[in-house]
């Protein structure tokens, strides 16, 4: 596979790594068609989107371990993202 046109997991990490940002608001929606279907199996069920209101934390970007109303963060690659991106390459044995 051509890593310009499917980009692996590691290679996503390390190119949001440089500045710390995400080019789309949301890990779901920076990721590659390819990729991004992975992560629509894994969503929060109603019960839990509430206690990630109860929490503190946005329900709607609910792995982003932001706090609820940092809409300004949202293009941010924080610490849980991070370690999503990095959990999946070594699914994925990327290194």
């Known amino acids: 596979m051509n890593k310009k046109t499917t980009p692996r997991f590691i290679d996503l990490y390390y190119d949001w790594m440089d500045d710390e940002l995400l080019p789309k608001e949301g890990l779901c929606a920076s990721m590659p068609a390819r990729l991004e279907k992975i992560f629509f199996d894994f969503k929060p ?3 839990e989107k509430i206690q990630l ?5 946005c329900n709607v ?3 982003s371990g932001l706090p609820e109303g940092h809409k ?3 293009y ?3 610490p849980l993202r991070q370690t999503i991106i990095l959990l999946c390459a070594c699914i994925n044995n990327e290194y």
């Not at 209101?53 to 934390?57: L, S, V």
């Open 45 to 47: 069920s109603s019960e």
């Open 53 to 57: 209101i109860k929490e503190g934390f």
């Open 61 to 63: 970007l609910w792995a």
């Open 72 to 74: 300004d963060e949202w």
């Open 76 to 78: 941010s690659f924080t």
